[in-house]
């Protein structure tokens, strides 16, 4: 099968032929229709010291099932995280955070929706939001974000702010058909009214205005793997507080609440309320192209490879 590996930090991406993996105790081994291309997956690539599997959301069919499998068999359509390698042909999914595609929805559907979709929608659970406040979304363009905007509309968001890196690239026009009342630029001088509430995407510098922007009691849940500090006096001064948000915890030890999520994405898709947005599909092959959308934080919505 077709894999795609780096040898060094920075890269280059490049494809490679090896054997297809075996499913082992509680694992299923599916063939990839789509892979998710993720901001941490891209930032390894660039940042960490040894190279890394190239994981992340895959959507496919389940062609062999390891030991103690009860819940899929061959022939399920499948979507699930993937620590392993997935930009490949065929990768390994563990059977506890592996979910059903429901029929009528594809396999590129499946991998903008369901993580993405739990990430903020989980995020946005941590916030506790009430009808009728105010919300800013960072990110706001991305596979995370976009889908963020819409379910706190959903939600009963008053107001919805999207930050975003750019107000070009289409962006501004993109946030606003999601269903934002405003979009800012990063670099705004102001973001606007005050909002009860922020999910942050991004991290680093970005902390300390999205702090900035929110109004005394105000909540920010930091969800992002972009590192950052936020000065204890920021908080202190108008009884803001921080929340950490963490998708992986809640796969591990509250699969109840995980598949209860899984469940409501499903169904606000089917009634047509939630709608994931794809920016581009890309062949195995143009990895690195893929990656170079999400760099230069052009895309709106997810991107996906197509094997």
């Not at 939630?274 to 709106?300: C, M, Q, W, Y």
Request: proline share 6%.
């Amino acid at each position: 099968m077709r894999r795609v590996r780096y040898e060094h930090t920075g890269g280059p991406l490049f494809l490679e032929d090896v054997p297809v993996p075996v499913a082992g105790p509680g694992e299923l081994l599916v063939r990839t229709e789509a892979v998710g291309v993720t901001l941490p997956v891209v930032r390894k690539v660039i940042e960490a010291a040894e190279p890394i599997p190239l994981g992340g959301e895959i959507a496919g069919e389940v062609v062999a099932v390891g030991p103690g499998i009860t819940r899929f068999r061959e022939g399920d359509r499948v979507t699930g995280l993937c620590f392993g390698h997935g930009y490949a042909d065929y990768a390994l999914l563990n059977e506890t955070i592996a979910s059903p595609v429901p029929a009528g929805a594809s396999a590129v559907d499946a991998v903008a929706l369901v993580r993405s979709g739990l990430v903020a929608l989980g995020a946005l659970e941590a916030a506790r939001p009430a009808p009728g406040e105010a919300a800013l979304i960072t990110g706001a363009a991305s596979g995370v974000g976009h889908l963020a905007v819409q379910l706190a509309r959903s939600r009963g968001a008053s107001r919805v702010v999207g930050a975003v890196s750019t107000l070009g690239f289409g962006k501004a026009e993109f946030v606003r058909g999601l269903g934002a009342d405003e979009v800012v630029a990063y670099d705004s001088e102001h973001w606007g009214a005050p909002v009860d509430y922020a999910l942050d995407a991004v991290g680093g510098d970005l902390l300390t205005p999205a702090v900035a922007a929110l109004t005394p009691g105000g909540r920010l849940v930091a969800y992002s793997s972009g590192g950052g500090t936020v000065r204890a006096y920021d908080l202190l001064v108008g009884a803001k507080s921080v929340i950490g948000f963490q998708m992986a915890r809640i796969a591990r030890n509250e699969p109840r609440l995980y598949e209860r999520w899984r469940e409501e994405l499903w169904r606000l898709f089917a009634e047509g309320a939630l709608r994931p947005a794809v920016h581009g599909e890309f062949a195995l092959e143009d990895a690195a192209k893929a990656h170079t959308a999400i760099e230069s934080r052009s895309n709106l919505g997810k991107v996906v490879l197509r094997p």
